[in-house]
């Protein structure tokens, strides 16, 4: 039997020891979890490790803050539980900030944004449709962007057109082209890149970085890209950190860190590596 | 990059690490199996005894496992028992997350959900038994650890093993939702390389060609297996 | 997060996405069935190149993964020009149909081994009884052996009716939007973590317990000389 005395004493000290992990963070370590499976932004090489743009800009930013960083690897199914639960402290793959997204995390300031363009294949009639490669910003140019919109949607009409699901190409897609196209949403971009070539679907929505690498390869020589590039609006303002709510000092931490990078860029320099242009918001 | 070194072992190649995912499903799907194997034998046995909390309790666990989702019960196996330890270490004044290990909780949620389909396999098993076999054998004064040792537990075996040997190829499958838990098993491992080579068609078959591998290898136990536990059984039916 | 308008958006989603569920797999169960009955058939037909042909069939179709196969159906099979050009080609463009064919393969080669072990289970001596009794063999195994072994077939043929309930949540490769795929879609654009996989938990576990319930009155309506067993 347990004297009440000592239960009492187990009993305060660990209450305050639990009032002492619920006080502000002193952050030594950070750990950021990533797929490991989403090139360039992150992807795994053969003896497991986790390369590409974010664990470069990881690296640099953690150093700034004379943090150290530890990146582990969670598929994408466990990556919003797993930052809950506090497996680990930041998310860091490729997630578009979206105002949906903000009520349940937090986001740092982006630290890259790819334009959206347009891929079909060469024989289409799409391949023929205006503004080929100039840039239209929903939020800068209202009416230019209608325009652009307009013009997309004529395009086309009875037409199938793929994008990745839960990405900003899918919620531009599902709000402005549903009702005149069929829009087929794939869990990864490589599955919509075969059903191109295979004709099932007439083109392609997705980052222009994204395109490009496809489009370089042997098999992709028949498709090109069509049409203008399009940014803000549905595209959001970029891709940013994910961190809980309650960690909004870290947040802090990392824009403070991620604004240094890009004054003497760095950032600019990890991007023209992974994603061959520069993708600074 | 050309399909022989993409899947071979060289610096670039991914082979190592398809056949150590290769590895990781099997040792999850062994022991979810045998945790399954525990937990089915202990519910068809509530459901057989008569007792009805027994039955209804062992109903109860057969008809939650089987109704969700497996990657669900994935979730909330791996999570739920990371919560709780991580829970129990903040009393003792840890720090931070405390996971189970990935490992084991993945084992145990194979193990969870298989032990509900092989509380099932069993009671058929059982059912299958000729019933003059456990008559006989009450009359002639056999203890009932010995009626068990002797006449349930041979030919419920002898019964189950075309159910088990599905069950098992169930679990290998299963197995592949637990890279939630961080595990890096043979579908992860196989999505991962084609990420990072943009060929999924050559990872997909590579390894679907590494689960047929496993299967064959497991085939093979379980034929002769039934083969040994029929001897002497007459089975022609058509 | 938790409010109630939330819940209930995410609920009709998902209510919605259920129809590409419940067609999916009723269709490749009941296709499934009477492939996997002919490949059954061929197993135990004594005819050496069919035995081994079934042999393979089940091989190839129960060690793969579902997955790999609704790849190789879809994505595989359309990337050979000889195919698109080809008078199956309507059929395999659409999503639905490549779907429910692999599906239904797959689920083939479960049910198959299932109608062998349960035909295996027949006790010889009611057929050996059957055939001295004079017996042709069409009514042998209409009044001995079909209704002996569909009593035990049942356990275990309800196992896989249900699997296949949950592997339907793989169409989503194949741009297939089923319960489970459009919970983790919402998943990903809220971040909402858990509701929309408890709401699709509750959806599959009510439809799966609906099943069950079916499986066991089957049972039981088919066996009541066993329905007082114990150990």
Redesign the interface.
């Known amino acids: 039997m347990i004297r009440r005395s000592v239960l009492g004493a187990a009993l305060t000290c660990s209450l305050l020891v639990l009032a002492g992990a619920a006080s502000a963070k002193d952050w030594k370590t950070v750990v950021i979890g990533m797929e490991g499976a989403y090139d360039p932004y992150n992807l795994t090489d053969p003896s497991g490790k986790i390369v590409g743009f974010e664990p470069d800009v990881a690296m640099d930013v953690c150093a700034r803050m004379k943090v150290e960083c530890k990146i582990i690897a969670q598929d994408w199914d466990g990556m919003i539980p797993g930052l809950e639960a506090g497996k680990f402290d930041v998310i860091m793959d490729g997630m578009s900030i979206t105002d949906e997204r903000k009520k349940q995390i937090d986001f740092s300031v982006p630290y890259a944004d790819v334009a959206a363009a347009l891929a079909t294949a060469k024989s289409s009639p799409l391949a023929k449709l205006a503004g080929a490669g100039k840039l239209v910003n929903f939020d800068k140019d209202k009416a230019g962007g209608a325009a652009t919109l307009k013009a997309l949607r004529d395009a086309l009409k009875g037409k199938t057109i793929g994008v990745q699901v839960s990405t900003t190409h899918a919620t531009f897609a599902g709000n402005h082209l549903k009702d005149v196209a069929t829009v087929k949403e794939y869990k990864t971009t490589d599955e919509r890149d075969l059903d191109l070539k295979s004709g099932r679907i007439d083109a392609v929505l997705d980052d222009e970085t994204e395109l490009m690498a496809m489009l370089g390869k042997d098999d992709a020589k028949d498709f090109a890209e069509f049409g203008p590039r399009l940014t803000g609006g549905d595209f959001g303002i970029g891709v940013g950190m994910g961190l809980r709510k309650a960690d909004a000092d870290l947040t802090a931490k990392f824009n403070t860190a991620i604004k240094a990078a890009f004054a003497d860029g760095s950032i600019k320099k990890y991007s023209l590596k992974w994603f061959k242009i520069d993708t600074t918001p | 990059m050309d399909w022989l070194t993409a899947l071979g072992f060289g610096?670039?190649?991914?082979g190592?690490?398809l056949l150590q995912g290769a590895i990781m499903t099997l040792l999850v799907s062994g022991a979810g199996l045998a945790i399954g194997a525990a937990l089915g034998s202990l519910v068809a046995?509530a459901k057989?005894?008569?007792v009805r909390i027994a039955g209804a309790i062992g109903e109860g666990y057969a008809?939650?496992f089987?109704?969700?989702?497996?990657?669900?019960v994935v979730?909330f196996v791996?999570?739920g028992s990371?919560?709780l330890l991580?829970g129990a270490a903040?009393?003792?004044?840890v720090?931070?997350?405390v996971?189970v290990p990935a490992f084991a909780a993945g084992a145990l949620a194979v193990g969870v959900i298989s032990g509900s389909?092989q509380a099932?396999?069993f009671?058929?098993a059982?059912?299958?038994v000729?019933?003059g076999e456990l008559e006989a054998a009450r009359a002639v004064g056999m203890g009932r650890w010995l009626m068990f040792r002797r006449i349930?537990a041979p030919q419920v075996l002898r019964?189950a093993i075309?159910?088990l040997?599905?069950l098992w190829?169930?679990a290998l499958?299963d197995s592949?939702l637990i890279?939630?838990?961080?595990l890096?098993e043979l579908?992860?491992a196989s999505?991962?390389?084609?990420?990072?080579t943009?060929k999924?068609?050559a990872y997909?078959?590579a390894?679907?060609a590494l689960?047929?591998l496993?299967?064959?290898f497991s085939?093979r136990i379980f034929e002769f297996a039934e083969r040994r536990a029929t001897r002497g059984m007459?089975?022609?039916?058509? | 997060m938790m409010s109630l308008d939330f819940i209930e958006a995410t609920f009709m989603r998902l209510m919605a996405a259920l129809q590409v569920t419940l067609s999916v797999w009723a269709l490749s169960v009941l296709i499934g069935a009477f492939i996997g009955g002919g490949v059954a058939w061929m197993r135990v037909s004594g005819v050496k190149p069919l035995e081994w042909l079934a042999r393979a069939y089940v091989f190839v179709f129960r060690g793969t993964p579902l997955l790999v196969q609704l790849f190789i159906v879809y994505y595989g099979l359309s990337s050979f020009p000889v195919i698109r050009a080809s008078v199956f080609w309507p059929f395999l463009r659409d999503a639905f149909n490549c779907a429910t064919l692999s599906c239904a393969l797959c689920t083939a080669a479960y049910q198959s081994e299932i109608f062998r072990g349960a035909l295996a289970g027949v006790p010889p001596g009611q057929v050996e009884a059957a055939r001295a009794c004079g017996m042709s063999s069409f009514l042998l195994f209409r009044r001995v052996i079909f209704p002996i072994a569909l009593r035990q077939a049942l356990p275990a043929y309800s196992t896989e009716v249900i699997s296949m309930v949950k592997a339907t949540a793989l169409v989503s490769l194949v741009t297939l939007w089923d319960v489970m795929s459009v919970a983790l879609k919402i998943r990903n654009d809220t971040l909402v973590t858990y509701t929309p996989l408890l709401i699709a938990g509750g959806i599959y576990f009510v439809v799966n317990y609906l099943i069950a319930r079916v499986f066991i009155f089957l049972e039981q309506w088919l066996s009541p000389h066993l329905r007082s067993r114990s150990a």
């Open positions: 610096e670039r190649g991914w190592p690490a046995w057989l005894s008569g008809a939650l089987r109704g969700l989702p497996e990657l669900l979730y791996y999570f990371s919560a991580t903040h009393l003792l004044g720090e931070g997350f996971g389909y099932e396999v009671r058929g059982f059912l299958a000729a019933k349930i019964y075309p159910g040997g599905n190829q169930v499958k592949s890279s939630v838990t961080g890096t579908m992860r999505q991962l390389a084609s990420n990072a943009h999924p068609f997909y078959v390894g679907g689960y047929l496993l299967t064959a085939d007459r089975r022609e039916a058509t």
